[in-house]
């Protein structure tokens, strides 16, 4: 598919889900787009893969990489995950929620992974040679009671994501020039502050530890914060949805000792749920198969990314239950305050995890053999792996860059 038509297709997929929520989202008019500039005294330079302008397509490009300072780590990157939101972000999409576009040159990727290969003379964390990870966090200020306390994701200050970010006139910890904003990890090489960065455990396969530090700590973030990780705690745990977010939070929950129970639009997904670990399944949109578990549900981990309805989900819980809205969707849902009030329900939000979390689910997932179902790929197939993730976003399997290979093309 050529880059106009999958540009074309990007504008009818929002048409349609605006015509179905009920949501108003318009293209900003210009995406912002300067030239990359001059290399800076305090850069180097860096093969990265990544759209130069908006509406083209992915080709090979050289970016500049801040020095590496003091507490930096400078990573030569092997694998980099391809993150559904990487597509969003890399077609001008989000910018409906941001209110302002995408910055071009845009270099995503923030499933990172490679090996330290120098680091700043103040760093302790990481050593040359440790195989290391980082996710969607890049710098954050370091100084609030959320950063404190390892919720980085929830800085005070806002956090600066992996890649098409600014830098933080804020709080910058990022080396190189300011004014340029941060490209991600389809790169040769990444600088990174070492608070960002999680050491990947030993016997970790490399080729799949990218998808754990995005979609495995966006689900083990809320299953810590509302109590199932927890030593020797039993919790009955509904995961809606069974793309890649909810495959992921089936299998950590299951490991955890819970029960689980898949949840879906339809009885499609049964196969794959239980095969990911799943002891229970209902249909949510027949009210007979919502019933079996009307009452019983604990915590349900909602991760489908748009609009629909929540009853279903708050008639599974039982009292003081939680439903955590995971899924990026604009406007509120409806639901009835008798159905919460009566039962003292909550619906939450949560956003992928902090630095802490990062570590412990990259801990976790490798002492259970806990892995997404990963299709390798090379840079030279980017255009053809967005327009498949473009055309089917509940796809369980990740695809990951081989950046090794890629850089031999
Ligand atoms: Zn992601
Ligand atoms: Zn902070």
Redesign the pocket.
């Known amino acids: 598919m050529s880059t106009s038509s999958r540009t074309i297709d990007v504008r009818l997929t929002l048409k349609i889900t605006s015509k179905q929520g009920n949501m108003k989202f318009s293209y900003p008019e210009i995406a912002v787009s300067k030239p990359l500039p001059t290399l800076a005294d305090n850069e180097f330079e860096s093969v990265a893969w990544g759209i130069e302008n908006y509406g083209e397509d992915f080709k090979k490009l050289v970016v500049n990489k801040p020095a590496v300072g003091d507490q930096d780590v400078k990573i030569e990157m092997k694998f980099c995950g391809i993150c559904h939101s990487d597509v969003h972000f890399a077609l001008n999409e989000l910018a409906a929620g941001s209110g302002s576009g995408s910055m071009y040159p845009i270099v995503p990727g923030h499933e990172l992974v490679g090996t330290v290969v120098e680091v700043g003379r103040a760093v302790s964390r990481v050593a040359v040679g440790d195989d290391v990870a980082v996710g969607c966090i890049r710098d954050?200020?370091?100084?609030?009671k959320?950063?404190d306390s390892g919720d980085?994701n929830y800085?005070?200050?806002g956090f600066t994501h992996t890649y098409n970010s600014p830098k933080s006139p804020a709080y910058s910890h990022i080396g190189g020039n300011q004014e340029v904003q941060n490209f991600g990890g389809y790169t040769q090489f990444d600088v990174v502050h070492e608070r960002f960065v999680c050491k990947i455990p030993d016997g970790m396969e490399l080729s799949k530890a990218g998808p754990i530090v995005c979609a495995g700590v966006t689900m083990w973030d809320p299953l810590k914060h509302w109590g199932a990780t927890q030593p020797g705690k039993k919790m009955d745990i509904g995961i809606v949805g069974i793309g890649g977010l909810g495959t992921m939070g089936i299998k950590l929950a299951s490991a955890l000792g819970h029960r689980v129970v898949a949840i879906s639009r339809s009885a499609r997904k049964e196969e794959l749920a239980r095969s990911k670990g799943a002891h229970g399944f209902v249909v949510s949109t027949d009210p007979k198969s919502v019933e079996k578990e009307a009452g019983k549900l604990d915590l349900i981990l909602d991760t489908i990314p748009a609009h629909h309805s929540i009853m279903p989900y708050l008639t599974m819980l039982s009292s003081s239950g939680t439903v955590v809205q995971l899924g990026c969707v604009g406007p509120l849902m409806e639901y009835s305050q008798l159905v919460l009030m009566f039962r003292r329900l909550s619906i939450a939000s949560s956003v992928i995890g902090g630095v802490p979390s990062t570590q412990e689910v990259l801990d976790f997932c490798n002492k259970h053999n806990i892995y997404s179902d990963v299709k390798i790929v090379t840079a030279d197939r980017l255009n053809e792996v967005y327009d498949e993730l473009q055309d089917n976003n509940s796809d369980a399997t990740r695809y990951v860059l081989d950046i090794k290979e890629s850089l031999k093309l």
């Open positions: 954050s200020c370091m100084d609030c959320s950063c980085e800085c005070a200050k």
